[in-house]
């Protein structure tokens, strides 16, 4: 006689459950998104160096010159858009991009 009040228990806690699962996913997914164009993380090898050399510490390796873009050939070049009026030839890193370390996480 108490079987199908257990089986009946056990569905509802399963549809709860399933439930709360579903309204959870829903704003994680949309967090995720974002991420889609995140900035690269500093790799290991970069550890302290914000601290030690500044965004110009930066700019002598993945900066440019009239000679080279970028400066270090091995390290990948800063976008456009990271220099002054998004202009190479500028030499200058744009004010809004000078605290790297905000938006490039160390790995
Ligand atoms: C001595 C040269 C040098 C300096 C100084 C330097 N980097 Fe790098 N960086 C490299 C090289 C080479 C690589 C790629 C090889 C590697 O993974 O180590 C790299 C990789 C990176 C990456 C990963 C890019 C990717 O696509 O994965 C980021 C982000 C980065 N550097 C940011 C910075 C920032 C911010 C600074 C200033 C704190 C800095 N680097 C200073 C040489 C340098
Ligand atoms: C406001 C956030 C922000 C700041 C500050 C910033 N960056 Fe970036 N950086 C990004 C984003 C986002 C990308 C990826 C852009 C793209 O894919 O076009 C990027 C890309 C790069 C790349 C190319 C990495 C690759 O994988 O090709 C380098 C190198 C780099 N940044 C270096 C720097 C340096 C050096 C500084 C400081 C002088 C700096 N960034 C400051 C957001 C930032």
């Known amino acids: 006689m108490r079987r199908p009040v257990m089986i009946a228990l056990c569905a509802g806690f399963v549809l709860a459950l399933g439930a709360g699962v579903a309204g959870c996913a829903v704003p994680a997914e949309k967090a995720y998104d974002a991420s889609a164009h995140a900035p690269a993380l500093m790799p290991a090898s970069h550890n302290g160096r914000f601290a030690e050399l500044g965004a110009q510490g930066c700019y ?5 010159s009239d000679q080279a873009d970028p ?13 002054s009026n998004s202009e190479p030839a500028s030499r200058e890193i744009d004010p809004v991009r000078m605290q790297c370390n905000t938006c490039h996480g160390q790995e």
């Open 71 to 83: 400066l270090l050939a091995s390290a990948p070049k800063m976008p456009a858009d990271h220099y």
């Open 60 to 64: 002598g390796c993945h900066g440019s």
